[in-house]
């Protein structure tokens, strides 16, 4: 099966510096990934997603970098700002019914 | 759209009671997920349907089950609690076929049983 992994369980950035939040999967077949956002008492929250044919997707503030030889994803979230704070868990799509592994999560705290 | 509705948003049960989670989307989605998550960790599969009257197991399925009627609800059903299934239980769901479609969540059933 599939196991999804984050390096850092905390991350703390000043206000408008950039945040890069790691994120490691095991299962090469995985072929679609996604980074959820959860704030305090919400559901995980769509941030961005790539599939596996692509190395970089970008949206607004945020870019993921897909790496398949290490396994290995990033989210980047540029001028982070204080609704930044939440936690970010990446995910691994697999599976008939694309069922979602996901990773342990990621407090960003942004500090003033 | 309301998207994803969890109801109740809270609740406490006593050990051995029984209740059901519901779990409703009006996006018409045929995929539906009912996952846990446990302080400070990722969110756990439960049960998924891939559509009314199919059913399957996740990765921590024991002490749960589900039905699926219809596309719109999906059901969550707790016959013995258990302390250990104390965690906020959220349910997801997406439209169907190959990848590249994100789950969309509820915001969560928070569960204690004492």
């Known amino acids: 099966g599939e196991s999804v992994g984050l390096h850092l369980p905390t991350l703390s950035v000043q206000e408008g510096d950039n945040s890069i939040i790691n994120c490691a999967y095991s299962?090469?077949?995985?072929?679609?990934f996604i980074w959820y956002k959860q704030e305090s008492g919400k559901g995980p929250q769509f941030i961005i997603d790539?599939?596996?044919?692509?190395d970089k997707r970008q949206g607004q503030r945020v870019t993921v970098l897909l790496n398949k030889t290490v396994k290995h994803l990033s989210l980047q979230i540029a001028a982070t700002q204080p609704g930044d704070s939440a936690v970010y868990f990446c995910?691994?799509?697999?599976?008939?019914?694309?069922?979602?592994?996901f990773g342990s999560g990621t407090q960003l705290t942004v500090l003033p | 759209n309301a998207g994803v509705t969890q109801t109740p948003k809270f609740r406490i049960l006593k050990i051995g009671q029984s209740m059901t989670l519901q779990c409703t989307q009006d996006?018409?989605?045929?995929?539906m997920y009912w996952y846990r998550q446990d302080p400070g960790m990722g969110l756990k599969l439960i049960y998924y349907?891939?559509?009314?009257?199919?059913?399957d197991k996740g990765e921590v399925p024991n002490g749960y089950n589900v039905s699926r009627s219809t596309t719109e609800d999906f059901p969550l059903r707790l016959e013995l609690a258990a302390p250990s299934q104390t965690s906020v239980y959220f349910c997801?769901?997406?439209?169907?076929?190959?990848?590249?479609?994100?789950?969309?969540f509820g915001d969560g059933t928070r569960l204690s049983i004492l």
């Open positions: 299962n090469s077949a995985s072929d679609y």
């Open positions: 997801a769901s997406r439209f169907p076929g190959p990848r590249g479609q994100p789950q969309h």
């Open positions: 790539i599939r596996s044919n692509m």
């Open positions: 996006m018409n989605h045929n995929y």
């Open positions: 349907s891939v559509g009314a009257g199919i059913t």
């Open positions: 995910a691994a799509d697999s599976g008939s019914a694309r069922q979602l592994t």
